[in-house]
């Protein structure tokens, strides 16, 4: 179910979402840390920043989930994202999928808004992922049938460390990564209510 056996093209071509969201991530890098573009300009418009978003610039709840700075940083989102969402972006459809995505992050980044500072400065997909592992404990959890055995022992281990990890690294938005979990929870509990969802 985690395990990814296809062949570049193949992966493209079954879960163009995916794939386009890590070339959006790869784009958006690039822009900020080449020397070819404005980048501190191209960060400035992009990055969640709490007093701005008060002032109406609304834009910044959602393309904070497309910005990475540090290498690492979108290494680890990134590959994450090619792990954890194909097996959902082929369960709930490709629009299903981008939507439900987004609505984790905006979800973190709203909490983050609420919750944080007003100068807080926030990036990073990590709101939105975490909200794909809320996703699916709301099905181990509320429909275990739906999920086969060799994914809830990868989730439920990956989650909690997840978490844990969470409050034991630097720089980390503790808000987005709980808050995009607990709204991948919800979503999920709403889904498995409206619609068959089934791994295979």
């Given at each position: 179910?985690?395990?990814?056996?296809?062949?570049?093209?193949?992966?493209i071509?079954?879960y163009?979402?995916v794939?386009?969201?890590v070339v959006?991530?790869?784009?958006?890098?690039?822009?900020i840390?080449?020397?070819?573009?404005?980048?501190?300009?191209?960060?400035e418009?992009?990055a969640g920043?709490?007093?701005?978003?008060?002032?109406g610039e609304y834009?910044?709840l959602?393309?904070p989930?497309?910005?990475?700075?540090?290498?690492?940083?979108?290494?680890?989102n990134?590959?994450?994202?090619?792990l954890f969402?194909p097996?959902?972006?082929?369960?709930?459809?490709?629009l299903?999928f981008i939507?439900v995505?987004?609505?984790?992050?905006?979800a973190?980044?709203?909490?983050?808004?609420?919750?944080?500072?007003?100068y807080?400065?926030?990036?990073?997909?990590?709101?939105?992922?975490?909200?794909?592992?809320?996703?699916?404990?709301?099905?181990i959890?509320l429909k275990?049938?739906?999920?086969?055995?060799?994914?809830k022992?990868?989730?439920?281990?990956i989650?909690?460390?997840?978490?844990?990890?969470?409050?034991?690294?630097a720089?980390?938005?503790?808000?987005?990564?709980?808050f995009?979990?607990?709204?991948g929870?919800?979503?999920?509990?709403?889904?498995i209510k409206?619609?068959p969802?089934?791994?295979?």
């Amino acid at each position: 179910m985690f395990v990814r056996t296809e062949s570049f093209r193949q992966f493209i071509r079954l879960y163009p979402v995916v794939t386009a969201l890590v070339v959006i991530h790869i784009a958006i890098f690039l822009a900020i840390n080449l020397p070819l573009f404005p980048q501190q300009l191209i960060f400035e418009k992009l990055a969640g920043v709490n007093v701005l978003i008060h002032m109406g610039e609304y834009w910044r709840l959602v393309t904070p989930i497309f910005v990475h700075v540090a290498f690492t940083h979108l290494l680890f989102n990134s590959f994450s994202l090619v792990l954890f969402g194909p097996a959902l972006e082929r369960a709930l459809g490709k629009l299903q999928f981008i939507l439900v995505y987004l609505a984790c992050g905006v979800a973190a980044n709203i909490a983050t808004l609420l919750l944080k500072p007003p100068y807080y400065t926030h990036i990073g997909a990590s709101g939105a992922i975490f909200g794909l592992f809320g996703i699916y404990l709301s099905i181990i959890f509320l429909k275990k049938e739906a999920m086969p055995q060799q994914g809830k022992q990868v989730i439920l281990p990956i989650a909690a460390l997840g978490v844990i990890m969470t409050f034991f690294q630097a720089n980390i938005n503790i808000t987005g990564h709980i808050f995009g979990l607990i709204a991948g929870f919800l979503i999920g509990t709403v889904l498995i209510k409206i619609r068959p969802i089934r791994f295979l």
